[in-house]
Structure formats: C-alpha cells, structure tokens
C-alpha cells in the first residue's frame, strides 16, 4: 500500500535546532514504510534529520522501527534511512 493522506504522520515533538520528532501507525510492514517515496506528500512537513518512530502491522503482526529523514527535497523526494 501507499501513505494516505487520510491517515496523517504526526508531529509529537519539535526540537529546539528546528528538527522534529513524528509518529506514524499503519497496517503496512515497516520495511515498506521505511522505503524511499512512503511519505513524498509530507514532502513540505519533513526535514532532514526528523525522526519518525513508526508503527506497521502488516500480517497482523505490529513491528516498531524509528526512521530519520535523509533527504526530503522540494522536488516532492522524501528519502528515510533506518534509524536503529
């Protein structure tokens, strides 16, 4: 599947180097939430070095995963790293 707009990635915390700390849940697997694109409409929100802490549940199983932002463009490009 593909990010939603209708089910948001949201902002928890904002650090004081304007850097900010995200929370996303969603039925998919983590390795697909983690893959460069997943959250290119966020493209105006996410900055580099933002961390997401993310939850999939793909199968019925819920993994956690923490991803930082590595690149997020004005080209609508947001690329994310696996973060542990």
């Known amino acids: 599947m593909a ?3 209708s089910n948001p990635i ?10 900010s700390i ?13 893959g460069s694109g997943y959250f290119n409409s966020e493209y105006q929100n996410l900055k580099e070095n933002d961390v997401i802490l993310c939850v999939g549940a ?9 991803l930082v ?10 690329t994310t790293t696996n973060g542990t």
Not at 23 to 28: A, C, L
């Open 3 to 5: 990010y939603a707009t």
């Open 10 to 19: 949201k902002k928890i915390a904002q650090g004081g180097d304007g850097n």
């Open 22 to 34: 995200w929370y996303y849940v969603d039925g998919d697997a983590v390795g697909t939430i983690a």
């Open 58 to 66: 793909a199968g019925g199983t819920e993994t956690v995963d923490l």
């Open 69 to 78: 932002v590595s690149s997020a463009t004005g080209a609508t490009t947001v």
